[in-house]
């Protein structure tokens, strides 16, 4: 079984802050279609860059991006030369909290990889991740 490390996109590996005055209103829609404007956060990217050169761990990607957005998200990630082995999105219409999609998510990738850790940003992800004994870094502390 392979090594694996998951990194989250929003607010971990992309910096959604610009975006963010759109959460307030619960307009989704534009949330997600300015996501190509987002920088890459950079220390999350050098940490992402030193665990993909260190071709011990495979990338999984777990965002709870809804899928209608997954060829945006494909873009977002090749532009920013971040590649990976799998990515997992939130299936269209499913309106669960994040943690719980993630915490679904989190079975199919245990199938397939031995978690080494993961990098989010929300802190009930965060404290998903390490209740199902995934050893996880906060990036920032986001509560949206």
Not at 1 to 8: G, Q, T, W, Y
Request: negative net charge.
């Amino acid at each position: 079984m392979f090594k694996a490390v998951i990194f989250d996109i929003d607010g971990t590996l992309a910096d959604n802050s610009e975006r963010q005055k759109y959460l307030s209103e619960l307009r989704w829609d534009m949330f997600f279609n300015e996501m190509g404007n987002d920088y890459p956060v950079k220390e999350v990217l050098e940490l992402y860059n030193l665990i993909r050169n260190s071709q011990q761990y495979k990338i999984i990607i777990v965002s709870g991006r809804p899928e209608k957005y997954k060829k945006l998200t494909e873009q977002w990630l090749t532009w920013n030369n971040i590649y990976y082995d799998d990515l997992y999105m939130r299936k269209d219409g499913d309106q669960r909290k994040d943690n719980v999609i993630k915490q679904e998510i989190l079975k199919h990738i245990k199938e397939k990889y031995e978690i080494s850790f993961a990098f989010d940003d929300r802190k009930s992800v965060v404290d998903m991740w390490r209740e199902n004994g995934v050893f996880c870094f906060q990036c920032q502390d986001h509560n949206y």
